[in-house]
């Protein structure tokens, strides 16, 4: 019978390979066997020892890996499974991965017969575990049904956004967005202080305003305010999505705001330490400036 291989089962990939799992027939594979061993366990899915040995009996493969790279080693590598797949499978890609390699591993599978799609995701930890994360299809019409199935089991809201590439465009974009938001939100509660407004009440304000956004309503009361930082996603993989954004925006010609929020971030981040939680961008302007606006932790 065929199956699908579930490949990456990070903190974000281990969560919704079980979900997956308790739908489709699913192996599932990673790097650290530690983590194969737990999906496992806590599922309905087959562990996989060696990528070199699946292929033949897999029509669907769904990738949760952090970068390009890794995606196009699963597939194009020693061990990738891309040239091992029967005709007719399917590929998808639900990482956050660059749009012009997107574009080139389609054109590879298309030429051995094979559907790509990419379907990068957005809600964090907590949603990939109750399976309401917001989905962004690149690919034609055809793959993307073929794919919705299997993304209907870990999204809530799949959007088919454009062609071969579009859904990794949109998550980096979509993450520009987010990481500027904390930044200008960050500025504004920086300042008010400074002018004697509380920083809980500053983001009070700004939500009960035309200035409110996720990070205001979510990050600002959940993780900078008290000081936790604790949304479980890095700051290095935003500052990536970030750059992917960046690289993207300079072939329009005109993106002053995103150079500027890419470029101070990017210098920012070494004045973090090991690991740093992307809500931290807190951090980088309580250390650039000296006042201090969570409750939790001095600049």
Known sequence: MSATLFVGLGRMGAPMARRHAAAFPTRVYDVFPDAVSAVAAASEAEPVADLARE???????????????????ALRGPDGVLQRLRPGSLVIDMGSSEPSSTRAL????????????????????????????????GG??????????HLETVGASIVHVGPAGAGHAAKALNNLVSAANIAVATEAVIVAKHYGIEPSTMVEV???STGMSQATQVKFPQHILPGSYASRFAYDLMLKDMGIARRMADEVGFSPVTAAAFETLADGRASLGDDPDHTEIARVYERATGITIDEGHAA
Do not use: C, F
């Not at 669907?60 to 890794?70: A, D, K, N, Q």
């Not at 034609?140 to 199935?149: N, S, T």
């Open 55 to 73: 292929g033949e009996a897999i029509d669907v493969v769904i990738l949760m890996l952090p970068t390009s790279r890794h995606v196009e080693d």
């Open 106 to 137: 389609a054109a590879d599978a298309a030429a051995l017969g094979i559907d790509y799609v990419d379907a990068p995701v957005s809600g964090g930890i907590a949603k990939a575990e109750t399976g309401e994360l917001t989905i962004m299809v």
């Open 140 to 149: 034609e019409q055809a793959p993307v049904e073929r794919a919705r199935p």
């Open 206 to 208: 700004l939500n009960a």
